[in-house]
């Protein structure tokens, strides 16, 4: 049951209420920086101003702009959350907490998925009860996406979301404490989209210091466009819209146009003479680097943290079965491979290679029975044991993301645990991974 009572917490922007229920308390739509409106879709995220009273965090914040993504007869909605609700003041973080006191746990950052271009820390899927059940401070991001978040532009810094997400962690770095979280016992996790982003951020200097480990689940080491393939992305955004490539001309134009022009942007050829697609024409944005994250791991804070990553063993599968194309299951490997296995294993070499710190890696290869059991250990399946809500009746069914039969026993809880654990202590409870002896934990 929940229950709203006098929860305010005080941050150094201002007071937030928050509500407690069976699994601790939450506060919601906490800003982490200033509005993106206007010109400001287009720079790096500003302070928040901050605000006098006490705002309430017992409700959700909007969401950033975002197209409706069609999964067939598949129910993505637990995934992508209600899509775009419209208002200003989407960067914001949720939290979830034991308790908002002095006690000083391991902290828990989740970076959601959803190809660059749609998700929220809305979705059901990231309920984080289990985690504050458990001892653990989680916080959910939302970042800008699409064009505002990463398209390629004269005049704006790139990958806008990745700046949020880091702008993010400062706001844990500086703020935790006051939710019952320790700011030195930070681990910053992420899924799909989520995940390649945390994978850039143990390449990026500015987040030295802001985590001690990192989770990287379905992501890729190798998942970042080469500058000319962004250019060739903005050269057919502007042309559509009719504008020049530059961030001046795309602040005057409204957030409904850029949804609109998407579609143009879609099964772009973004081959080039020393680069492939690395999303296999998934989505057109992507982050924009010199170098590949797991090529640039020296330059970032790789070399202190511990890194739990892998991946699900039928990855292709979301993409083909519920439109009901997965004819072989070896088009859906080769697709898994090439947007999450090969990037995976890139990086655990190499974080394994320089990092002082612990490497572990898993492969999830749980079957969802969905789509007439064609789903199987697909895409996104292992979501719900992360966060221990596999039983929950709307992930069930014939279109539920796991399907008409229940969950087998155990697994949520064996799995869930050993991010628990890891979060805590670096150690999810198997052997660490090295480039001599590449171990890997089988979970199912």
Not at 199 to 214: C, S
């Amino acid at each position: 049951m929940t229950q709203y009572a006098d929860l305010v917490v005080e941050t150094p922007a201002g007071a937030v209420r928050g509500a407690r229920d069976d699994s601790g308390e939450f506060y919601r739509a906490i800003p982490y920086a200033a509005a993106p409106i206007g010109a400001r879709r287009f720079t790096p995220p500003a302070p928040h101003p901050g605000w006098s009273g006490v705002r309430d965090g017992t409700r959700p914040s909007p969401t950033a702009p975002q197209p409706v993504r069609d999964f067939g007869k598949l129910d993505m909605t637990p995934y992508f959350g209600p899509g775009w609700v419209r208002g200003e003041e989407y960067l914001t973080v949720d939290v979830r907490t034991p308790a908002a006191d002095s006690g000083g746990r391991p902290v828990l950052v989740f970076v959601h998925g959803g190809g660059f271009v749609t998700g929220s820390n809305r979705a059901a899927l990231y309920d984080g009860s289990a985690f504050a059940r458990d001892g653990i401070v989680l916080v959910t991001v939302n970042y800008r996406l699409g064009i505002p978040g990463f398209l390629d532009l004269d005049g704006a810094p790139p990958n806008r979301g990745l700046l949020d997400v880091l702008a993010a962690l400062g706001w844990v770095r500086a703020t935790i404490a006051a939710f019952g979280g320790d700011p030195d016992n930070v681990t910053i996790s992420g899924q799909s989209a989520g995940a390649t982003l945390v994978g850039v951020l143990l390449a990026t200097p500015e987040a030295k210091g802001l985590f001690r480990r990192a989770i990287i689940q379905s992501g890729s080491g190798t998942g970042a466009f080469t500058p000319e393939q962004a250019r060739r992305v903005t050269a057919t955004a502007a042309a559509t819209l009719g504008v020049e490539p530059a961030a001046d001309a795309f602040a005057a134009i409204p957030d409904e146009r850029f949804l609109e022009v998407l579609p143009a942007l879609a099964g772009l050829d973004l081959r080039t003479s020393t680069a492939t697609d690395p999303l296999a024409g998934l989505s057109p944005f992507s982050l924009v680097l010199p170098v590949q994250p797991a090529d640039g791991l020296a330059d970032g804070p790789a070399r202190d943290v511990d890194l739990l990553i892998g991946t699900n063993t039928e990855e292709g599968n979301l993409y083909l079965a519920p439109q009901g194309n997965r004819e072989s299951s070896t088009e859906a490997d080769v697709l898994g491979e090439a947007l999450f296995g090969a990037g995976t294993a890139r990086m655990a070499q190499a974080h394994a290679q320089i990092s002082g710190g612990r490497t572990h890696v898993y492969s999830f290869g749980y079957r969802s029975t969905a789509l007439n059991g064609r789903l199987g250990a697909a895409h996104t399946v292992e979501l719900p044991f992360v966060f221990d809500i596999a039983d929950k009746p709307w992930l069930h069914g014939d279109t539920g993301l796991l399907g008409p039969d229940p969950a087998p026993d155990g697994l949520a809880a064996r799995m869930h645990g050993a991010w628990v654990a890891f979060a805590g202590t670096g150690d999810p409870g198997w052997a660490a991974y090295d480039p001599q002896r590449r171990f890997s934990q089988y979970l199912t």
